[in-house]
C-alpha cells in the first residue's frame, strides 16, 4: 500500500480495508490489549 497511486476512490478504500483486516487487526500487537493482536485478545475473551 505504501507508495501506491490509486486511480479512484474504491481501489483507495479496498486498500484501506485490506490493511485493516490483514495487519492491523491480525499481526499489530495493541498496548491496550496486553501487546495481543485484536484477533488474540477476541479470541480469549469469548
Known sequence: MAGRLHTNQGQAE?????YLTDYYN?????SYNGYKTPVEA???AG
Open 26 to 30: 491480525h499481526q499489530r500487537p495493541h
Open 42 to 44: 477476541e479470541s480469549l
Open 14 to 18: 479496498a486498500d484501506v480495508l485490506r
